[in-house]
C-alpha cells in the first residue's frame, strides 16, 4: 500500500529536549516537505527536499532542522523544542513534476511542556 | 508570505444541500489550485483541483469553480453527504522550482442527516 509514514503519532516532550521526528515513503517520490497546522492558521511549510542531499527552507524554518539521507526518509528535528512548538505535524511526499499532488501522512501531535 | 484567505471557518448544511467554500489569492504567479480534504485524525488528501486555463472543473460531486480576474475560486459540493463532514482546505501555488504551496486556514464542514 502507497502510503507516508510518521512515528510517533503523539509526543509529549519538556523545554530543550532534542527531538525527532520520522517521515519515510514507500512511492519513490523525489519531493518531500514537513507542514504544521495550527488552528486558524492552516498548514504552513517548515522545509522541503526536492531530492536525496536537497533540503530547503520553507515559510517557518525557525527552530526546526531536517535531512534527506535517503530518498524515503525525511525526519524532523527539534534541537531544542519550546512550547509555541506545539502543533500537529504532516510529512507529505510527492513526485516532483507533480508536487501538486502530495500525499499526507498521519500525523504528528506534538505538545512541548 | 503569500496569503490565501478562505472563508467560511465553519459550515453546516443539510444532507442533500449545497455546500459552498470560497478562497481568495493574491500573487498571480500561481498556476495550480488544489482543495483537499481532512477527516478527524487523519492527513489531508487531494480531493480536487485546477489550472487557471479553465473556470470550471467537475468530478462527481465536487466543482471548482476558477474566476482569474477576481483571483477567486470556490468550492461546491453539490448533495452534499454525511460522509462529506470533513475539514476542507484551499491551497495555491506553482509547478516552478521553489515555488511553495500556501494553505488557506481551513472550513470545518458538517453535514446534518
Known amino acids: 500500500e502507497a502510503q507516508v509514514t510518521q512515528n510517533p503519532r503523539y509526543l509529549i516532550t519538556v523545554t530543550g529536549k532534542k527531538l525527532t521526528v520520522t517521515c519515510s515513503q514507500n512511492?519513490?517520490?523525489?519531493?518531500m516537505s514537513w507542514y504544521r497546522q495550527d488552528p486558524g492558521l492552516g498548514l504552513r511549510q517548515i522545509y522541503y527536499?526536492?531530492?536525496?542531499?536537497?533540503?530547503d527552507k520553507g515559510d517557518v524554518p525557525e527552530g526546526y532542522k531536517v535531512s534527506r539521507k535517503e530518498k524515503r526518509n525525511f525526519p524532523l528535528i527539534l534541537e531544542s523544542p519550546s512550547p509555541n512548538q506545539t502543533s500537529l505535524y504532516f510529512c507529505?511526499?510527492?513526485?516532483?513534476?507533480?508536487?501538486?499532488?502530495?500525499?499526507f501522512g498521519q500525523g504528528t501531535r506534538l505538545t512541548v511542556v | 508570505q503569500q496569503q490565501v484567505k478562505q472563508s467560511p471557518q465553519s459550515l453546516i448544511v443539510q444532507k442533500g444541500g449545497i455546500s459552498i467554500i470560497n478562497c481568495a489569492y493574491e500573487?498571480?504567479?500561481?498556476?495550480?489550485f488544489p482543495w483537499y480534504q481532512q477527516f478527524p485524525g487523519k492527513g489531508p488528501a487531494l480531493l480536487i483541483a485546477?489550472?487557471?486555463?479553465?473556470s470550471e472543473k467537475k468530478e462527481g460531486r465536487f466543482t471548482i469553480s476558477f474566476n482569474k480576474s477576481a483571483k477567486q475560486f470556490s468550492l461546491h459540493i453539490m448533495d452534499s453527504q454525511p460522509g462529506d463532514s470533513a475539514t476542507y482546505f484551499c491551497a495555491a501555488g506553482g509547478s516552478n522550482y521553489g515555488q511553495n504551496f500556501v494553505f488557506g486556514p481551513g472550513t470545518r464542514l458538517s453535514v446534518l442527516p
Open positions: 500573487n498571480t504567479a500561481f498556476d495550480y
Open positions: 507529505a511526499s510527492s513526485f516532483a513534476d507533480r508536487r501538486t499532488e502530495a500525499f
Open positions: 527536499s526536492m531530492n536525496v542531499e536537497v533540503t
Open positions: 512511492m519513490n517520490h523525489e519531493y
Open positions: 485546477i489550472r487557471p486555463d479553465v
